[in-house]
């Protein structure tokens, strides 16, 4: 009786595929790939290795490990690989002030997306290096990322492997996204809210996005930028001299003691306290709905109609994702 081959989970085949590329002195070929390393092997046909494969080398790009596909003097893909020198770490040796920039950076990121990630490499810094940092008093700084922001992560890979990024993207105006397919600059937190600036091939010119708008995944791509940043670029000008959204006003009763950041909307100063019903004006829709969403029971929207729909609509959303089997 023959035993049927063993499973392999995704993490370990990943690990297998990585450590397969960088023990390699040339590029790997996928028929190398696919006969060596566990978990693809005899338990995938052709078809199935070629969509995980694909799979893997897509999310390890994504988490920033550099696989670059070589090709030949014909210009077919002769394989893969990772090189050392530019996935391996260099020995580290930080002093005692930059250990505390480093803490101060790993606090500061203080949400769900990056928060874990943060601390187990400060964890990793501690012990190579054998010396805690000091600790820094971080409302100095505050950098929030939230769930909206889930694009940071691969537009951060793509920036350090400088490669193209495509993502669907829904402008202030617009009511559905549209495809767009951009070189990264870089990523910059204002006021509270993340932006990438870009080049973006289909406008050829640069253009300045939400991180928030971005609706689905962003495919970091294995295409080198055409377009990189000028060494002198403003990132910072380019996304205050973006075309302003225009300010929103809603009517909205607040319970007593709830909807402080409401409150601070207000046309006049509001008692923390008291009941009210109160004029609003926020900077543009999205950040009104944010809050009156966040808010909750505590706050219902009175006017105008169209900001109460879907107000009602993003917290049935909501609802639904959190509820339980049927």
């Known amino acids: 009786m023959t035993s049927a081959p063993m499973r392999v989970d995704r993490t370990e085949r990943l690990l297998n595929l990585v450590l397969c590329l960088m023990a390699a002195r040339r590029a790997v070929a996928r028929a190398d790939i696919h006969a060596s390393v566990p978990g693809y092997g005899p338990i995938s046909s052709g078809p199935a290795f070629e969509r995980m494969f694909e799979r893997d080398k897509d999310e390890l790009r994504g988490m920033g490990i550099p696989v670059e596909t070589v090709f030949d ?49 400060l964890r990793k810094i501690e012990a190579v290096q054998g010396e805690p940092p000091q600790a820094v008093d971080d409302s100095l700084v505050r950098v929030q990322v939230s769930a909206a922001d889930a694009a940071l992560l691969p537009l951060m890979a793509a920036l350090r492997e400088r490669r193209v990024v ?23 937190s204002r006021e509270g809210r993340w932006y990438l600036v870009a080049y973006d091939h289909d406008r050829e010119a640069s253009r300045v996005f939400r991180l928030s708008r971005i609706e689905g995944a962003v495919q970091v791509t294995a295409q080198e930028q055409t377009q990189p940043a000028e060494p002198n670029v403003d990132l910072l000008a380019l996304i205050v001299q973006s075309e302003p959204e225009a300010a929103i006003r809603a009517r909205v009763a607040i319970q007593a003691g709830a909807g402080a950041h409401l409150r601070r909307m207000a046309d006049e100063p509001l008692d923390p306290f008291e009941s009210v019903e109160a004029n609003l004006t926020a900077p543009n829709p999205l950040h009104l709905i944010a809050s009156l969403c966040s808010a909750g029971e505590h706050a219902v929207v009175l006017d105008p109609p169209d900001v109460r729909a879907q107000v009602v609509a993003q917290l049935q959303a909501v609802a639904r994702r959190h509820a339980g089997p049927s």
Do not use: M
């Open 166 to 188: 495509a993502f669907d993207y829904r402008g202030a105006a617009a009511a559905t996204a549209a495809r767009r397919r951009v070189d990264p600059w870089g990523v910059v």
């Open 73 to 121: 003097a014909h210009g077919d893909i002769e394989g893969y690989r990772i090189a050392r020198d530019q996935y391996a770490l260099p020995p580290l040796d930080f002093t005692s002030a930059e250990l505390a920039v480093i803490a101060l950076a790993a606090g500061v990121w203080d949400e769900a997306i990056l928060g874990p990630s943060a601390l187990t490499a």
